[in-house]
């Protein structure tokens, strides 16, 4: 989970009023639904469709300004919730109290969860960046340019009829000015949790570079022409001059003088206007929408507050299917896994076409089956019959076919063309999920494709948000291209001592 800290017409109408005569009195959750995204907020609807309709319009600038097809949808809507500062607490109950948002990619759900409005609107687009990027990514970027990218969209200003790209950050541009920057070496090379710690400098250089080379046509084609030489193998820092046809200090002495006149483009807002769907939800969801979020990462800290919490509040809608789930969920990882399980089969006699119902019942048998001493096979048979049953319901969740692909391990055999197949389909409907890569390459290393974990790997080891999941997948990433450790840090350290100001090489 990312954590973003900032301190310092007429048919709209009907529509509104469509739902006033419709809602449950106590329903204060709407949700609002378009192609690429699934938006819950308690607010007005007329501002709901709007945010909505914003967010089609940014995901439209994305594909517009990476030349890919405007209209492509994604396997998966990504679900957003928008929330007060009490919101983001029920969602994260440790979260900071200058925290804006956060993006989580979790087993167990993909989401974003922000503040309306303001710091809130920067912590979302920044975050969409990095998930659109994550989508539709053709090979390994370097960790730079992933997070110069975010830093570059998120401060894009929509309206109905113009949009601004480029806006200058200012707290990225002030920490320029005021902080000696890190070399061009470290910037190119070097994942950013690996130089934070000695400069502030990365994120703002990081934006800097990008905004130059997003600023005219020219030096567009040279990032793509380096984006295509570093995801071909080339090395980060020997490709920039290759591209630019400048030195790597010129190239920094070039970035001192644009700071002085950063410039932001403006276009016509010309791509179509989204369609949005505004349904109200359920009483219970006051309860259990954010509840729900909570569930899929609960701190170890607020383990046995949130076990209560659900418990009480389930009693107040005992036959609600949002109420079950949650309770199920609860108890199979935080309470009674016994009682959990007896809920979730509940469920889905209640409710045959659940498809979360049989996916954490089908979870719980596998943790089950993990056990020492468990029945494995009678335990792995029911887990399999549940997901063939939510196959049934939805042939598109990335769920479904992790939970499917974990019956079959250890198996005789394993990893069959099938199994592949459906680790292959699960990070197809996931690419932002590190467990869904992790496990790819694991099962391609298990079948001897090499050159096909390297492939799946790198993107997750060049992730600059990656953490511990970063750390297994360049451990991965060594396995797979038969380095030690000591040999992978050799190749690291030889890739610093490349000249910052070598002769440039073609342009």
Known sequence: MRFMNWVGPMVLAALALTLVGVAPARAEWLKAESERFIVYG????????????????????????????????????????????????????????????????????????????????????????????????????????????????MTADINETRILIGKPNEARGSWLRGTTWISMNDLLAKRSGEVRRRNATYYPLAWLTTHW?????ARFNQLRAYLLDVGAGGNAIEAMPRATGMTNAE????????????????????????????????????????????????????????????????????????????????????????????????LITAHPDHVEGHQYLARSLLERAAEDGAEVRPLKAEAQRLLGRAFELDDANYRTFMLLAETREGSPGYPSENDILTRELALQLAPQLDKARIDMARTYLAAGRREDAIRTIEVLANDPHGGDDAKAAQALLNQARGLSEAEALAEDAAADSVDEDPAPQGN
């Open 42 to 153: 308690d607010g007005n609807p007329r501002q709901l469709i709007a945010y909505t309709e914003k967010l089609e319009t940014f995901d439209r600038l994305l594909r517009w300004k990476m030349g890919l097809p405007i209209d492509e949808v994604p396997p998966r809507k990504l679900p957003i919730y928008l929330v007060d500062s009490a919101g983001l607490r029920r969602v994260s109950p440790a979260i900071g109290d200058t925290v804006a948002g956060f993006y989580a990619a979790r087993e167990e759900d993909i989401f974003a969860v922000a503040l309306r409005g303001g710091m809130g609107d920067d912590v979302l687009l920044h975050e969409y960046a990095h998930h659109f990027m994550m989508q539709n990514v053709p090979f390994a970027y370097p960790a730079w340019f992933i997070e110069g990218f975010a830093e570059y969209f």
């Open 213 to 217: 080379f997003m600023g005219n046509d």
């Open 251 to 346: 190239l920094r002495r070039e970035l001192r003088g644009y700071m002085g006149r950063i410039p932001y483009m403006e276009i016509r807002n010309f791509f179509p206007r989204a369609q949005v769907t505004v349904t109200p939800l359920a009483a219970s969801s006051r309860d259990f929408l954010l509840m729900t979020q909570r569930l899929t990462g609960v701190p170890t800290s607020h383990s046995d507050s949130t076990l209560s919490e659900v418990r009480r509040l389930a009693e107040r809608h005992p036959d609600d299917p949002a109420a079950m789930l949650a309770l199920g969920h609860a108890e199979m990882h935080l309470g009674d896994r016994d009682a959990g399980e007896a809920v979730l089969r509940r």
